[in-house]
C-alpha cells in the first residue's frame, strides 16, 4: 500500500493561503489522493480527491505533481475555523475491488489570528 | 448529514470483559469501516468490511473481531477487552469510488475505557 508523509504541524496567518504538502512517492497509477480534516474530536470531514489533475472545490484546491510523487491541499483564504488536523491519503482499490483507506498521522494546522 | 450512528456512545469496562461496538447506517453503502484513533497516533484501521459477510483487516486488527450479517450493521468485537483498547472508535462508511466522490462518512466515535 502507498504511504504518505506529511509535516507533523504548520502555522498559518488568518486570511493567508495554508499550503500544507503530503508526500507519496510509491502511489500506484490507480491510486487516488484524499484529504480530510478532523476538527476537535469531531469524526473526520472529507475535504477534496484527485487522480491526476489537480482540484478545485469550495472548500481548497488540489494540486498533485506531475509524477504524482506529491501534492499539496491549499485553504486559500484561512480563518480561525480551519485550524483542525488534515489528513492526506492514498485510495488503495484492490483487484477485487476492495478499497482501503489508511490513515497517518496528519498535519496540524492551526491558524493564527 | 450521512445516516450512520455508533453505539455506544461512551462505555467503561474492566480488563477481560467482552465488548462490542455497533455501527448503523441507513445509507445503504457498500463500505463499512472501524478505526481507532489514540494520541500521537492519528487514525487506524482495525477492520473493513466491503460487502455483506466480507471483510478484511487492517492495520491494527489483532484483538478485534468483526461481523457484518446485514449491508446496515458492521460490529466490532473486543473478546476480550485490555487496557490498552482503550480508545475513542471511529465507524465510517462509503458507496466507493463508483459513488460520487468516494467520500467516507463518519460516525461521531466511541470513547471506550477499559480499567
Known amino acids: 500500500d502507498a504511504k504518505t508523509t506529511q509535516p507533523t504541524s504548520m502555522d498559518c496567518a488568518e486570511g493567508r493561503a495554508a499550503n500544507l504538502p503530503c508526500n507519496h512517492s510509491?502511489?500506484?497509477?490507480?491510486?487516488?489522493v484524499y484529504w480530510y480534516r478532523q476538527i476537535h474530536s469531531q469524526g473526520p470531514q472529507y475535504i477534496i480527491h484527485?487522480?491526476?489533475n489537480n482540484e478545485t472545490n469550495e472548500m481548497a484546491s488540489l494540486i498533485i505533481t506531475e509524477d504524482r510523487k506529491s501534492s499539496t491541499l491549499i485553504l486559500p483564504h484561512a480563518t480561525l475555523r480551519d485550524t483542525a488536523v488534515y489528513y492526506c491519503?492514498?485510495?488503495?482499490?484492490?483487484?477485487?475491488?476492495?478499497?482501503?483507506?489508511?490513515f497517518g498521522t496528519g498535519t496540524r494546522l492551526t491558524i493564527i489570528p | 448529514d450521512a445516516g450512520i450512528t455508533q453505539s455506544p456512545r461512551h462505555k467503561v469496562t474492566e480488563t477481560g470483559t467482552p465488548v462490542t461496538l455497533r455501527c448503523h447506517q441507513t445509507?445503504?453503502?457498500?463500505?463499512m469501516y472501524w478505526y481507532r484513533q489514540d494520541p500521537g497516533h492519528g487514525l487506524r484501521l482495525i477492520h473493513y468490511?466491503?460487502?455483506?459477510?466480507?471483510?478484511d483487516k487492517g492495520e491494527v486488527s489483532d484483538g478485534y473481531s468483526v461481523s457484518r450479517s446485514k449491508t446496515e450493521d458492521f460490529l466490532l468485537t473486543l473478546e476480550s477487552a485490555t487496557s490498552s483498547q482503550t480508545s475513542v472508535y471511529f465507524c465510517?462508511?462509503?458507496?466507493?469510488?463508483?459513488?460520487?466522490?468516494?467520500?467516507?462518512?463518519f460516525g461521531e466515535g466511541s470513547r471506550l475505557t477499559v480499567l
Open positions: 491519503i492514498v485510495r488503495v482499490v484492490s483487484n477485487f475491488g476492495n478499497e482501503k483507506l489508511t
Open positions: 484527485g487522480l491526476k
Open positions: 468490511s466491503y460487502g455483506v459477510k466480507d471483510t
Open positions: 510509491t502511489i500506484s497509477g490507480n491510486e487516488y
Open positions: 465510517a462508511i462509503s458507496g466507493g469510488l463508483a459513488s460520487n466522490t468516494g467520500e467516507l462518512f
Open positions: 445509507e445503504n453503502h457498500r463500505y
